[in-house]
């Protein structure tokens, strides 16, 4: 069988692609997906931005970074920064200025604050010549700065930001300053919703979410209510057989068939890209295809038992941060997730609140909150219809195998 000739004709896909397994992949390596793309540009173009958050290793960064160079040959200023690690807005603030162009926005940033009487000489230096100073004297000051930049936005430069793992810099704010932190955190997402409004594009990125950090904390989140919500979702069945095909061919690896691409699928977890690619690394060894009969063992033995370290301990850490929120959170989180997974499908918002009344009293305010959280952080999906009804389900195959390994499958 020949995979390249018949991939060649399915015109959405690419017929190969170079195997890779990483943090973030782009260019041969990457597998593009239409519909996604067309879903990422159009929130990047026709509205504020998009909010993107969800489980690590299932492709947002890739995602995320295929959608920045699209935007760049688009003519777009893209300016973006990892937030992880950073442990004040400042860090942020410093990152993000000096990777604009000097010329533009960064030119007049720089001259509002150096002509503002009120901002100290060494701030300013701070600011326009990348000293070294205290982050301290740079944090007293931080209001009127991101207000300047405001006042430097013109939408006509088209720049667009794109901050991974916000939610994690908001959390060092918080757990580093029990006095301001949530003064700080509000008036860094006021102030970039203000940019935002200005002209200045956004992708807000996680995987951690904002709506459980937003009630541990009572954070203002309608700061983020301009924002579009992005996900990444498993790949559909076409989409995944396409992506292996096209890596038998860009792997030029011998005696791969249609039969090996077949098993593979079955023998996987969830159709995400990393999983794939890991299925497919331990069926290709030395440039070979081993015979199918083995693909059974080596899933067993050498794939899915990375998926404890990579997948399953998210959801683990997740619920164990559940914990520390307020009441009624944390019953309510674990009586929704139970609700969902014994209805063995999808099932109502109306229908979860009613099992849920009987034991206790459940506001809508709080059911919706804990809903959103545990769709943030990717146990659930929802689809919404017309009349407002809402069928809630499992996001993925994924979660299935998580809550099959913890819990045994035993509806309790």
């Not at 301009?226 to 076409?238: G, H, I, K, V």
């Amino acid at each position: 069988m020949n995979i390249e000739a018949e991939n060649t004709n399915l015109n959405d896909f690419p017929s190969k692609i170079t195997p890779h397994i990483g943090t973030e992949v782009t260019g041969d390596k990457f597998f593009p997906r239409k519909a996604l793309a067309e879903e990422f540009d159009s929130a990047m173009t026709r509205t504020n931005g998009a909010k993107l958050f969800g489980l690590r290793r299932i492709g947002k960064s890739s995602e995320a970074a295929a959608c920045c160079e699209r935007l760049q040959e688009k003519g777009f200023v893209v300016v973006k920064e990892d937030a992880q690690g950073m442990a004040t807005e400042v860090d942020l603030l410093l990152a993000i200025l000096r990777k604009l162009p000097t010329d533009g926005l960064y030119a007049r940033a720089i001259k509002l604050v150096a002509d503002n009487n009120a901002i100290t000489k060494t701030v300013c230096d701070m600011i326009s010549k990348a000293t070294i100073g205290k982050t301290e004297d740079m944090l007293a000051y931080i209001g009127p700065i991101m207000a300047a930049i405001e006042q430097a936005i013109d939408r006509n430069e088209r720049v667009v930001l794109v901050i991974d793992e916000f939610p994690w810099l908001c959390r060092s704010i918080l757990q580093s300053d029990e006095a301001k932190g949530m003064a700080r955190v509000d008036m860094l997402l006021a102030a970039l919703r203000r940019w935002r409004n200005k002209g200045m594009c956004m992708m807000l990125m996680g995987s951690i979410g904002m709506v459980a950090l937003g009630r541990q904390y009572n954070l203002d989140l309608s700061h983020l209510n301009d924002l579009s919500p992005l996900n990444t979702p498993p790949f559909e069945p076409d989409e995944a057989k396409a992506l292996i095909d096209a890596l038998a061919v860009g792997g030029n690896i011998q005696d791969w068939t249609a039969d090996h691409t077949a098993t593979l699928l079955a023998e996987t977890v969830a159709f995400y890209p990393a999983i794939l690619q890991k299925g497919f690394e331990q069926t290709t060894l030395g440039g070979k295809a081993v015979s199918v009969g083995r693909f059974a063992d080596l899933f067993a033995d050498k794939v899915r038992p990375d998926f404890d370290d990579t997948y399953y301990q998210q959801f683990d850490k997740r619920l164990k941060f559940y914990r520390e929120l307020p009441a009624p959170l944390p019953g309510l989180l674990n009586a929704v997730l139970l609700a969902v997974m014994k209805s063995n499908g999808a099932i109502g918002r109306d229908s979860v609140h009613e099992m849920l009344a009987q034991a206790t009293e459940v506001s809508d305010a709080d059911l919706g909150d804990a809903l959103n959280i545990l769709r943030e952080d990717g146990f659930l999906a929802v689809r919404a219809h017309r009349d407002g009804s809402q069928q809630w389900r499992p996001a993925s195959d994924l979660m299935r195998a998580w809550w099959q390994q913890r819990r045994g499958g035993i509806q309790r």
